[in-house]
């Protein structure tokens, strides 16, 4: 089980919310772009102040919000007769955008190992990969764990937290990366087999 099994319940709490926006016009692809572009303001607030208080605790609203955000792009696209192109190429890059830049910011923390932040960050891009490419062979876009996308944000979050609350970085935050690491290579191998096996191939 992971955090994305939780999603149709989240929905259902955004949905009066997602009706209102689709009633004053707001497109998916606007709230795609909003959270891509929310994430990247974040980024770049953890930089310029040196990863400061203020900004760490900063990080789990804004991966909060972007997950509420997430999840209302979808039900404005899909009921609210939003669908397209283009609004499918936004989904699967803001993610990646978003991920890059809330997460690497963490590799200039003193104490904090910068070659697990990129190994990290690469990991979990590799990972949405496998899941759209999963698409192309013939397959549906998998959703594995056991370190999706919302799976990332609560354990960054939790490390943004544990920061802001004055707790040295240190070996315990790169062996906090590494396990994050380990879940994100098991999760690429996971959505790897699981579209195999979708489509009955030897795996």
Known sequence: MTIYDLKPAFQNLLRPA????????????????????LS???GAALIVSGADRWALFLVPAVLFL?????????????EHGMQSALGGLLNELGDVVSDVALYLPFGLVAGISPVTVVA????????EMTGVVAVQIGA??????????????AAFGLLAVLLACG?????WATAGLLVIAALTAATIL??????????????
């Open 190 to 203: 996971r959505r790897a087999r699981g579209a195999l096996d979708e489509l009955d191939q030897p795996g």
């Open 120 to 127: 990290t960050v690469v990991l979990a891009a590799l990972s």
């Open 167 to 171: 707790l040295e970085p240190g070996a």
């Open 140 to 153: 549906s876009r998998r959703y594995d764990g056991p370190m999706g996308k919302s799976d990332r944000a």
């Open 66 to 78: 972007r997950m509420a955000l997430n999840a209302i792009d979808g039900m404005l696209a899909r």
């Open 18 to 37: 997602c009706g209102v926006l689709a009633r004053a016009g707001i497109t998916a692809n606007q709230v795609t772009l909003a959270a891509m572009f």
């Open 40 to 42: 990247i303001a974040t």
